[in-house]
C-alpha cells in the first residue's frame, strides 16, 4: 500500500513537502508519481520520476517543484515552492511497481492528501 502525507495549508509563495511511502512485499518500483485533482477537475500528472531517476514535470509547475526518491525507503517526495492558488488541490502518488509472487507490475494509488494554498 501507498502512504502520502505532507499536505496543508500554505500561503501563496510558501513551500510543501509531500511524501508518499510504499510498504509490503516489494521487489522494485518503476516510476513514482505524483497526480492532483483541484476542485471541479480532472486528475492530472504533475511529476514523475523513473527507476534511473529522470524527471518529468508539468509545464504548470516547471520550475517551482522538484522530485526525488529514495530507493531504500521506498519513498518519493515532492517538493513543492513558490506555491500558487491554482496548486490547490487533493494530491495522489502513484506508483509502478512488482510485488512478490507476481509475474506483472501493478499500479497503486495513495490515499490523497489536500493541498490548500490561500491566504
Known amino acids: 500500500q501507498l502512504q502520502a502525507s505532507g499536505g496543508g495549508l500554505v500561503q501563496p509563495g510558501g513551500s510543501l513537502r509531500l511524501s508518499c511511502a510504499a510498504s509490503g512485499s516489494i521487489i522494485n518500483i518503476n516510476s513514482m508519481a505524483w497526480y492532483r485533482q483541484p476542485p471541479g477537475n480532472e486528475r492530472e500528472l504533475v511529476a514523475v520520476i523513473s527507476s534511473g531517476g529522470t524527471t518529468n514535470f508539468a509545464d504548470s509547475v516547471k520550475g517551482r517543484f522538484t522530485l526525488s526518491r529514495d530507493n531504500a525507503k521506498n519513498t518519493v517526495y515532492l517538493q513543492m515552492n513558490s506555491l500558487k492558488s491554482e496548486d490547490t488541490a487533493v494530491y495522489y502518488c502513484?506508483?509502478?511497481?512488482?510485488?512478490?509472487?507476481?509475474?506483472?507490475?501493478?499500479?497503486?494509488w495513495g490515499q490523497g492528501t489536500q493541498v490548500t494554498v490561500s491566504s
Open positions: 502513484n506508483f509502478k511497481l512488482l510485488l512478490r509472487g507476481s509475474s506483472s507490475y501493478s499500479t497503486l
